[in-house]
């Protein structure tokens, strides 16, 4: 196996004063920085070169000293900072490449070996390929210890222009995608040999860098390597994902070596064309690509064609196709199963056939969750009636389970049978709207088991009434806990720590 990565986490600190930034580099130090840009620039000063030596003095991180031009007056002022720097053995300089040569005609950097010089460049927009090329070729031509190239990323895909940068380029190397969708610029450069990670301290996020905590703690960046494969959630937005709350420490807990990110993705189709290396190995998908995903396998898994959604891809090792599965179905259907088994084992012994054979099985939404329990449903034997808010919608679902659909409206008069089973799969009752219920309290009473979808909160109205009135319930939790351990299993064939996943979710989620 590869060696660790040697990456540095660094964060940037933009401040008024010298005190605010002194502070800040300590908090980015308890965070987790390795080391800490020093924005002089951003410093409302009196004595420019008194407030660098004090920085200096009082650093609690090693620092990269830099300043951004502006005005005509700046570059003037920043060659005096940077040759200040220099003398007080700055760990780090950093100039921008149109002054570089006019910095390096005037100092002689051989006087001052305990400092290393980057030469940035930042480019306006996303450049092309080639043009990116000669970029870091004329920064190299600097005799920079270390270049740095950043540019502000539309796509998620530009962020795969770090990526080939980092792999070919001669000397250390920063690179960054900037924005949402760059953020995988960050989190996955490791992998590629990338020098530094930014990262923000956690009172001062910036969109599209992680925080030094997460960064640290969650993704442990220090763990890449070139071996490390890539997963992570496909969904637009995706900033809210827990995803790699809950993936991440389960690699770490089962010794593998992957990393789990957020993809914030506009284009599947576009996605998959550039990721197509086989280290980009496995996926969650989420709103609004899990329809979309049936289109984008080369093979897709029956139960999963027939819900017409897939919730995960797997790249297959031996042909790198992409496979698609839908995990929501068996995580909701196996916890509604054992729920019931654990009640009847209670009152008299297992039995080998599903509970749910011959069921009435009413189920409350016909969305993408919806189709999932009504096929896992069905597979069980069990026989269904919808009801959805758009009828068409509990029409076609209904339909394709051979079930009925029955109005809205009449969800809470319907009383065919004791014992019934309800699901929920729509989102009422969900944060922030935890007050409302899709089903009245005083309908509850035929249901012999209650399962809601919904698992923010993890107990909803519609759970506590339902066991108000003695029905068994069942929490959209159990089913993100299994889904969740089904895509793991996926992921890296069968290794997932099932214990270590549900007590993460149970404990910090
Ligand atoms: N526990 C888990 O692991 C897990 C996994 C996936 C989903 N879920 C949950 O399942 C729920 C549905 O998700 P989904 O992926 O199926 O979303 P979806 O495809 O967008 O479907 C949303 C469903 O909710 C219904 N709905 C939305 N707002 C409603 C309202 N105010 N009144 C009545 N019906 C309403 C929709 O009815 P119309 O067709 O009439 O719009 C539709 O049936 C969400 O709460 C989600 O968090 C949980």
Same mark, same amino acid.
């Given at each position: 196996m590869a060696s660790k990565s040697d990456v540095l986490i660094c964060t940037t600190l933009q401040c008024k004063t010298v005190q605010e930034m002194v502070t800040s580099m300590d908090t980015a130090k308890t965070? %987790?920085?390795?080391? =800490?840009?020093?924005?002089? $620039?951003?410093?409302?000063?009196? $004595?420019? *070169?008194?407030?660098?030596?004090?920085?200096?003095?009082?650093?609690? *991180?090693?620092?990269i000293v830099s300043f951004r031009l502006g005005g005509k007056e700046d570059k003037r002022t920043c060659f005096r900072v940077l040759e200040r720097a220099l003398e007080l053995n700055a760990d780090f300089i950093e100039l921008e490449l149109e002054v570089a040569s006019e910095f390096l005609a005037n100092v002689n950097l051989d006087n001052y070996p305990n400092s290393k010089m980057i030469v940035s460049c930042h480019v306006d927009g996303t450049p092309i390929k080639d043009e990116l090329s000669l970029i870091v070729a004329q920064l190299q031509s600097t005799g920079a210890d270390i270049i740095k190239l950043t540019f502000d990323a539309v796509y998620i895909?530009?962020?795969?222009?770090?990526?080939?940068?980092?792999?070919?380029?001669?000397?250390?190397?920063?690179?960054?995608?900037?924005?949402?969708?760059?953020?995988?610029?960050?989190? !996955?450069? /490791?992998?590629?040999?990338?020098? *530094?990670?930014? &990262?923000?301290? %956690?009172?001062n996020p910036v969109p599209g860098l992680p925080m030094l905590g997460t960064i640290r703690h969650v993704y442990k960046v220090e763990n890449l390597n070139v071996d490390t494969k890539v997963f992570?959630?496909?969904?637009?937005?995706?900033?809210?994902?827990?995803?790699? !709350?809950?993936?991440?420490? =389960?690699?770490?807990?089962? %010794?593998?070596?992957?990393?789990?990110? #957020?993809?914030?993705?506009?284009?599947?189709e576009e996605f998959f064309r550039i990721y197509s290396h086989p280290d980009f190995a496995g996926f969650s998908v989420g709103i609004p690509h899990k329809e979309g995903a049936v289109r984008c396998c080369d093979e897709v898994h029956p139960l999963a064609k027939s819900i017409g959604a897939v919730n995960t891809i797997v790249r297959r090792p031996t042909d790198g196709k992409l496979v698609g599965y839908n995990t929501d179905c068996e995580a909701s259907i196996t916890a509604i199963e054992d729920a019931l088994r654990a009640s009847r084992s209670a009152n008299g012994g297992p039995s080998e056939t599903s509970p749910l054979s011959g069921k009435l099985f009413v189920l409350v939404g016909a969305g993408g969750a919806g189709r999932a329990l009504a096929f896992g449903a069905?597979?069980? &034997?069990?026989?269904? +009636?919808?009801?959805?808010?758009?009828?068409?919608?509990?029409?076609?679902?209904?339909?394709?389970?051979?079930?009925?659909? !029955? #109005?809205?409206?009449?969800?809470?008069?319907?009383?065919?049978?004791?014992?019934?089973?309800?699901?929920?799969?729509? =989102?009422?009752?969900?944060? /922030?709207?935890? $007050?409302?219920? /899709? +089903? =009245?309290?005083?309908? !509850?009473?035929?249901?012999?088991?209650?399962?809601?979808?919904?698992?923010?909160p993890r107990n909803t109205r519609l759970l506590r009434e339902a066991e108000e009135v003695g029905a068994i319930v069942v929490s959209g939790v159990e089913m993100f806990i299994r889904q969740a351990i089904g895509q793991f299993n996926l992921f890296t064939d069968g290794k997932a720590p099932e214990e270590f996943m549900r007590k993460v979710v149970l404990t910090r989620f």
């Amino acid at each position: 196996m590869a060696s660790k990565s040697d990456v540095l986490i660094c964060t940037t600190l933009q401040c008024k004063t010298v005190q605010e930034m002194v502070t800040s580099m300590d908090t980015a130090k308890t965070e %987790g920085a390795d080391l =800490a840009e020093l924005r002089i $620039d951003s410093l409302s000063v009196f $004595d420019i *070169l008194l407030d660098v030596e004090k920085l200096i003095k009082q650093k609690s *991180l090693p620092v990269i000293v830099s300043f951004r031009l502006g005005g005509k007056e700046d570059k003037r002022t920043c060659f005096r900072v940077l040759e200040r720097a220099l003398e007080l053995n700055a760990d780090f300089i950093e100039l921008e490449l149109e002054v570089a040569s006019e910095f390096l005609a005037n100092v002689n950097l051989d006087n001052y070996p305990n400092s290393k010089m980057i030469v940035s460049c930042h480019v306006d927009g996303t450049p092309i390929k080639d043009e990116l090329s000669l970029i870091v070729a004329q920064l190299q031509s600097t005799g920079a210890d270390i270049i740095k190239l950043t540019f502000d990323a539309v796509y998620i895909t530009d962020a795969a222009q770090v990526f080939h940068l980092l792999s070919h380029c001669q000397v250390p190397l920063i690179a960054c995608a900037l924005g949402d969708r760059g953020l995988i610029s960050q989190l !996955l450069c /490791p992998k590629f040999g990338g020098f *530094l990670v930014y &990262g923000t301290i %956690g009172s001062n996020p910036v969109p599209g860098l992680p925080m030094l905590g997460t960064i640290r703690h969650v993704y442990k960046v220090e763990n890449l390597n070139v071996d490390t494969k890539v997963f992570g959630l496909i969904a637009n937005p995706v900033g809210h994902s827990k995803g790699p !709350l809950l993936h991440n420490p =389960a690699f770490h807990h089962a %010794g593998y070596n992957g990393i789990y990110v #957020p993809f914030r993705v506009d284009s599947m189709e576009e996605f998959f064309r550039i990721y197509s290396h086989p280290d980009f190995a496995g996926f969650s998908v989420g709103i609004p690509h899990k329809e979309g995903a049936v289109r984008c396998c080369d093979e897709v898994h029956p139960l999963a064609k027939s819900i017409g959604a897939v919730n995960t891809i797997v790249r297959r090792p031996t042909d790198g196709k992409l496979v698609g599965y839908n995990t929501d179905c068996e995580a909701s259907i196996t916890a509604i199963e054992d729920a019931l088994r654990a009640s009847r084992s209670a009152n008299g012994g297992p039995s080998e056939t599903s509970p749910l054979s011959g069921k009435l099985f009413v189920l409350v939404g016909a969305g993408g969750a919806g189709r999932a329990l009504a096929f896992g449903a069905k597979s069980r &034997g069990a026989r269904l +009636v919808i009801f959805n808010r758009n009828y068409a919608r509990a029409k076609a679902l209904a339909l394709a389970v051979s079930g009925e659909a !029955l #109005p809205y409206e009449e969800i809470n008069g319907f009383c065919r049978e004791k014992g019934m089973i309800l699901a929920n799969a729509t =989102a009422v009752g969900m944060q /922030p709207n935890t $007050d409302q219920t /899709p +089903v =009245a309290k005083e309908a !509850l009473g035929a249901y012999e088991l209650v399962f809601d979808s919904v698992y923010t909160p993890r107990n909803t109205r519609l759970l506590r009434e339902a066991e108000e009135v003695g029905a068994i319930v069942v929490s959209g939790v159990e089913m993100f806990i299994r889904q969740a351990i089904g895509q793991f299993n996926l992921f890296t064939d069968g290794k997932a720590p099932e214990e270590f996943m549900r007590k993460v979710v149970l404990t910090r989620f």
